[in-house]
């Protein structure tokens, strides 16, 4: 229903202590800042405990107000809710807070306004940082036994979904990660047949491999099966039918077990994860990156995202030290990804295949014979663009790698002199 809610916690309140503890002053007074807001009172009831606290609250024909104190603490607790069906009582209700804000007077406050007739999607990056999505049509929720999956229709990112409260894709940005997390890689490989996606049931990652000629299968490993239905049910503008070419092989399975027992050899094999929480943080440890290694055909390479190095510094040091101490050379790369709300790393890991000896002259041509379409992001500039780390980026990676010792050369006797 079309409304807003305000809530705010006072500490430290500084006003008139009588206020906090007389339960007549508090109750008049919250009737007379609705009557000055113009809303309506209907009733209302207030209760003096034995602690000199008040509770209280005055319904309206709006809504409603209620209050909460403690004495002890010079705190109170304020709730205002108004309904905006027949006509806007915003102003009405944030007169009232104002009113009781100004009344109490609190050193510090915490303070949330809610439009009620809106849907903010949050996911919260670390407990410090997060960010919200518009949701304009909740089109599915529900919990596939394995994870809590919804799909959102949003004004500026399209269908989305998410899996336990995490972005994990998007109509109209899917391209940022997709893109990046084959292409570097797949130009750089001479000629790439064989492929497999541990991960990635919406289809991007499949869809973007196959784009590229020489690709004769792409085994698709996904644990859920309903991501696969969500994804064909509503998010062909991501896989673009993907999921019916005869060169996807497509396996609702455990990626961990699968890479135990296959024979196969893979040119290129993408994690297509989500972040390294619950069940998946056994995909992000070292035995696990050991199985890929072992499953690569030479000259193959593995590429995965690694989270963000702005909200979890320590989690890209952490998987980039793994990755370190099984794969030659790895190469970390940065883009941001609006979906995600901030700069996102991903890395490109191998014993041989380095996605830096090849020029932007050079990407931009394999494109072109290889008939490359519908790019969004990839060409020859943003090859090595993406790879251009930051200094912070440099020292949670690269930077952090051990070097060779260097042994000082002794001096012979007969130079010695």
């Known amino acids: 229903m079309n409304g807003l809610h305000l809530v705010a916690d006072l500490y ?3 006003g008139d202590n009588r206020y906090l503890r007389n339960r007549e002053l508090l109750r008049q007074f919250c009737i007379d800042t609705v009557q ?6 209907l009733g209302d009831l207030f209760h003096q405990f034995e602690g000199d606290g008040v509770t209280g609250a005055v ?4 809504s409603h107000l209620a209050i909460h104190t403690w004495p002890e603490l010079n705190s109170v607790t304020l709730d205002v809710y108004v309904c905006n069906y027949t006509k806007d009582n915003s102003d009405k209700a944030l007169h009232v807070l104002r009113d009781l804000m100004a009344k109490f007077d609190p050193s510090d406050y915490v303070r949330h306004d809610v439009p009620r007739d809106i849907q903010h999607l949050y996911e919260s990056l670390n407990p410090d940082y997060g960010f919200f999505i518009r949701s304009s049509k909740r089109l ?3 919990n596939t036994g394995l994870q809590a999956l919804e799909v959102h229709e949003t004004p500026q990112f399209g269908k989305l979904f998410r899996l336990d409260g995490c972005f994990m894709t998007s109509e109209r940005d899917e391209f940022v990660y997709h893109e990046n997390v084959v292409h570097p890689a797949a130009i750089a490989h001479l000629e790439p047949t064989n492929a497999l996606i541990i991960g990635g049931g919406d289809g991007g990652a499949a869809e973007e491999l196959l784009k590229h000629p020489s690709i004769r299968q792409v085994t ?7 991501v696969v239905e969500i994804a064909r049910k509503y998010f062909g503008k991501i896989h673009h039918g993907v999921f019916d070419d005869p060169r996807l092989k497509l396996l609702i399975q455990d990626g961990l077990e699968f890479l135990k027992d296959t024979p196969e050899k893979y040119d290129l094999i993408v994690l297509d994860l989500p972040d390294p929480i619950g069940p998946a943080t ?11 290694k072992r499953v690569l055909a030479p000259g193959g390479a593995l590429t995965l995202h690694l989270g963000s190095p702005v909200a979890r510094p320590e989690r890209i040091k952490q998987h980039y030290e793994r990755l370190a101490r099984v794969f030659t050379l790895v190469r970390p790369y940065t883009m941001f990804i609006p979906l995600y709300g901030c700069l996102w790393a991903m890395a490109c890991c191998s014993d041989t295949l380095d996605p830096l000896a090849i020029n932007a002259i050079e990407v931009e041509k394999r494109i072109a014979q290889r008939k490359l379409a519908d790019l969004q992001y990839y060409n020859g500039a943003t090859h090595h663009a993406v790879f251009a780390l930051p200094n912070f980026m440099r020292e949670l990676t690269v930077g952090n790698r051990p ?9 012979s006797a007969a130079s010695a002199k």
């Open 12 to 14: 430290a309140c500084r």
């Open 220 to 226: 698709l490993v996904e644990l859920d099966a309903k």
């Open 403 to 411: 070097g060779p010792t260097l042994v000082k050369k002794q001096r």
């Open 140 to 142: 599915e929720d529900f």
């Open 282 to 292: 056994a995909l992000y440890e070292e035995p696990f990156f050991r199985d890929c």
């Open 59 to 62: 319904v309206l024909a709006e």
């Open 36 to 41: 000055s807001a113009g809303l309506t009172s």
